[in-house]
């Protein structure tokens, strides 16, 4: 299972691109200043407007100078639209979604199709009509707010609740070593790691979710044996402790290294999430971490990736590339200050012939160099 399509036109340096068939787990691979983050960003922005709404979502993220595209003119300058085409839990839905007027006032055009069947249609941000249940055809809502999504009517969509948890995931390696304090959320790992200990000393009660981390961590780290949380008396903070083999003290987290705690926290963002629907997105996992390491961590994602959980990861590392497959690796370029993206499978490169990471820095791919 696929997303089946995917369409990002005005936003950043995203000037029009187009996905197909991307599978679950996907990663985004070139240069610094490609546009990698702009993709990601616009996954993130589109969530934050089906949830919040558009006039919100724009303040969220710095205002129309932050997020207009600087290649269109007049009234392009000024839109920002998303198609995307999916199919969950057995139904396949046609979304797509047009902010207008993203300068002054925005306005919200979309229009859903559920099997086919028009759900929502709103080709005038004035005229929202909108199938509340499967039993009731198209009723119009007079008056209702322009810059509002229809689909955050629909709450009970599988792709309202995916749109609507979007994670870009920044990791922070310092900020993550440092103890939690007692108010720190214990619901969902913080974009920069902040709260990662919080979230263990949760999730480790999971005997399934404990398990898969330490198997993970001792593929990862070889020696390490352990790891776990402890609760200070002083002032109630969480701080994240580990055992080495042939020890036996353990050690606070500021001891080990940041590709170990950056290890940890994209293990806790993945296996945390991997139950829910939404889109889990890590900006360069391959950070401080060995190349061979990388290699099981590419595995864990992918194995924890689905088309109700997709997972996309952006890189310029070559040891990232060498593990990934064909269809997972797309190219991102930038032509002239546009954007531009490509999948690997589109090429007459054979992974059984030439190694992944060795096709890309020969350029066989023709773009999306990590340099």
């Known amino acids: 299972m696929k997303i089946e399509y995917l369409e990002i036109k005005g936003f950043k340096s995203a000037v029009n691109i187009v996905l197909r068939d991307v599978p679950p787990f996907t990663a985004l691979a070139g240069s610094n200043g490609a546009g990698k983050s702009n993709i990601t960003d616009a996954l993130a922005f589109l969530g934050a407007v089906v949830k919040r709404g558009a006039a919100q979502a724009i303040r969220d993220f710095g205002g129309f100078q932050q997020i207009h595209c600087f290649k269109h003119r007049k009234e392009n300058r000024t839109t920002i639209s998303f198609a995307l085409k999916i199919k969950l839990k057995e139904e396949t839905f046609d979304y797509n979604l047009k902010i207008s007027e993203i300068n002054r006032v925005p306005r919200v055009l979309e229009g859903l199709k559920v099997n086919g069947k028009q759900v929502i249609d709103r080709k005038n941000s004035n005229e929202t009509q909108i199938a509340l249940s499967d039993a009731q055809g198209l009723q119009l809502l007079p008056e209702y707010a322009q810059d509002m999504t229809a689909l955050m009517l629909l709450s009970h969509s599988p792709l ?212």
């Open 160 to 371: 309202y609740r995916m749109l609507t948890n979007i994670q870009v995931f920044r990791i922070d390696p310092l900020e993550a070593k440092e103890p939690d304090s007692s108010t720190a959320d214990a619901t969902t790992l913080d974009s920069h790691g902040r709260n990662v200990a919080t979230m263990l000393s949760v999730l480790e009660k999971n005997e399934r979710f404990r398990d898969q981390v330490l198997e993970w961590i001792e593929l990862i780290v070889p020696g390490m044996e352990n790891v776990s949380t402890e609760k200070q008396r002083l002032d109630g903070s969480t701080v994240i402790t580990f055992k080495e083999e042939g020890t036996k003290a353990r050690f606070p987290a500021r001891l080990i290294s940041d590709g170990t705690i950056y290890a940890l926290c994209i293990m806790t963002a993945v296996l945390s999430r991997t139950d829910k629907s939404g889109i889990t997105i890590i900006e360069e996992p391959e950070r401080g971490i060995h190349p061979k390491a990388i290699g099981e961590l590419v595995q864990l994602m992918r194995e924890n990736a689905s088309v109700e959980h997709p997972v996309l990861i952006t890189t310029h590392s070559e040891s990232v590339v060498r593990n990934l497959d064909l269809e997972e690796l797309w190219l991102v370029n930038k032509e002239d200050g546009k954007t531009k993206v490509k999948c690997a499978s589109d090429s007459r490169v054979d992974k059984k012939d030439i190694p992944l990471d060795t096709a890309w820095l020969a350029n066989l791919f023709d773009g999306g160099l990590p340099w």
